[in-house]
């Protein structure tokens, strides 16, 4: 890997400002292809729980606004 490296270090001293230009593009390319791969991977299985945790929070939430609004209704009168 070093010689790599260093076969890619020689590269890029010859290499002219533009050119420079274009190889950091390209390396921020590669990063964010690598987040990207890294995003897609996501279980599903953990997704699917997530989704029944969050369907449940959203039960309560929408119960207790019900119970809240209730309320204001028997104040209104």
Known sequence: MTAMKDLIQ???ENLDLEQLKQVF???AFLKFRAR???IAAIDETNLAALYGEFA???RQLAELGI???AELLKHEN
């Open 10 to 12: 020689q590269e890029l």
């Open 25 to 27: 593009e390209f390396i």
């Open 36 to 38: 990207l791969a890294t």
């Open 56 to 58: 449940e929070e959203d």
């Open 67 to 69: 119970s809240e609004y």
